[in-house]
């Protein structure tokens, strides 16, 4: 079974910049996903990518801003975050899934996360006005 691993959150200023990284082993999944979750709000999707990177998923509030990646080579998959607003403030989740999972969310959304089996502990991301 994948494990994932997050790490490059951190507190910035309302326009700046983070890169967040997710470790995957043994290898990343056929399809990979982030998620945030604010306090008192419910989790939600903002990126997922899958058909070993060719394909991308960006929810509108992701859109324009962010950008998911993956480098096979070190099982990696990274979500670029330019523009950063303090409404990005949450703890943000890498997870792995089944093909499945993308192609659902393709479709139908992201849901809640329910389609992915594995996550992160998560990296918690801040952004002050």
């Known amino acids: 079974q994948v494990r994932v691993v997050e790490s490059g959150g951190g507190s910035v200023q309302a326009g700046g910049s983070l890169r967040l990284s997710c470790v995957a082993s043994?290898?990343?999944?056929?399809?990979m996903g982030w998620f945030r979750q604010a306090p008192g709000k419910q989790r939600e999707g903002v990126a997922a990518?899958?058909?070993?990177?060719?394909?991308?998923l960006h929810e509108e509030s992701a859109k324009g801003r962010f950008t998911i990646s993956q480098d096979n080579g070190k099982n990696t998959v990274y979500l670029q975050m330019h523009n950063l607003k303090p409404e990005d403030t949450a703890m943000y989740y890498c997870t792995a899934g089944t093909l499945q999972a993308c192609v659902s969310w393709a479709s139908s959304g992201p849901d809640s996360g329910t389609r992915f089996g594995t996550w992160g502990q998560g990296t918690q991301v801040t952004v002050s006005s």
């Open positions: 990518i899958y058909a070993g990177g060719a394909r991308t």
């Open positions: 043994p290898v990343i999944d056929s399809c």
